[in-house]
């Protein structure tokens, strides 16, 4: 069983589209995360919910936006596609931490790797 | 600025032989620090997590260090294999918001 399942794992689409990008994870977190990793291998963090409330909102186009119809899903859709946004997308989930860490151990998808042409 | 600095980017290695990553960070407030495998087109898969007071975690031939005054960790692979070959990456945990190292990209040769 995948704990973290994202799709599509691949998209190719035109700049001015709209795409979305579904993850659902079966671990019971309360926590999701979106991250987008650029072609210089960086992680950063655009989105994360809590029991389907927002509560990291980076600096993101507000073309971004995110979607939790329930804890044990959060989808990303993305309006009017540029070429800058061509990456590899994760979603990630995670239970609270113990002692002073407020987030647990990650568990990433396999990614979604968007193309813009 | 928080920040997360790994080094080297990149090292190849033959199989059997041992080598180390490092991770310098100046991330503050600290609550943890982890370290992650990430192999080719797949997502991160965790490999240790430390906290505050833990010097070193070993998973199987990985090993990690943590000098909190320094604010320095290492990973360690001994007798790397074939399957080592991967990114790893060092994350740094204030808080709610993880600070994630550019990662080193390991390649064991045969």
């Known amino acids: 069983d995948t704990a973290v399942s994202q799709t599509p794992k691949y998209l190719v689409t035109q700049m001015g589209n709209d795409k979305s990008i579904k993850c659902e994870q079966n671990l019971g977190h309360d926590t999701m995360y979106w991250y987008k990793q650029d072609s210089k291998k960086f992680l950063k963090i655009m989105f994360s919910y809590n029991n389907k409330e927002l509560i990291i909102n980076e600096t993101v186009p507000n073309r971004f936006s995110p979607k939790s119809p329930d804890k044990a899903h959060l989808n990303l859709h993305i309006n009017s596609l540029e070429l800058g946004d061509s990456a590899v997308y994760f979603c990630?989930?995670?239970?609270?931490?113990?002692?002073?860490?407020?987030?647990?151990?990650?568990?990433f998808g396999e990614g979604s790797r968007l193309t813009v042409l | 600025k928080n920040q997360v600095e790994q080094s080297p980017q990149s090292l190849i290695i033959l199989e059997g032989k041992n080598c180390t990553l490092q991770?310098?960070?100046?991330?503050?407030?600290?609550?943890?620090l982890r370290w992650y495998k990430q192999d080719t087109g797949r997502g991160p898969v965790s490999l240790t997590i430390m906290t505050f007071s833990e010097n070193t975690k070993s998973n199987g031939r990985y090993t990690a260090t943590l000098d909190a005054d320094t604010k320095q960790s290492s990973l360690h692979i001994t007798a790397s294999q074939l399957s080592d070959s991967a990114s790893y990456i060092c994350?740094?945990?204030?808080?709610?918001?993880?600070?994630f190292g550019g990662g080193t990209r390991v390649l064991v040769k045969p």
């Open positions: 991770c310098n960070y100046t991330v503050s407030p600290f609550s943890n």
């Open positions: 990630a989930s995670s239970q609270p931490g113990q002692g002073n860490s407020n987030t647990g151990e990650l568990f």
């Open positions: 994350v740094v945990t204030p808080a709610l918001k993880l600070t």
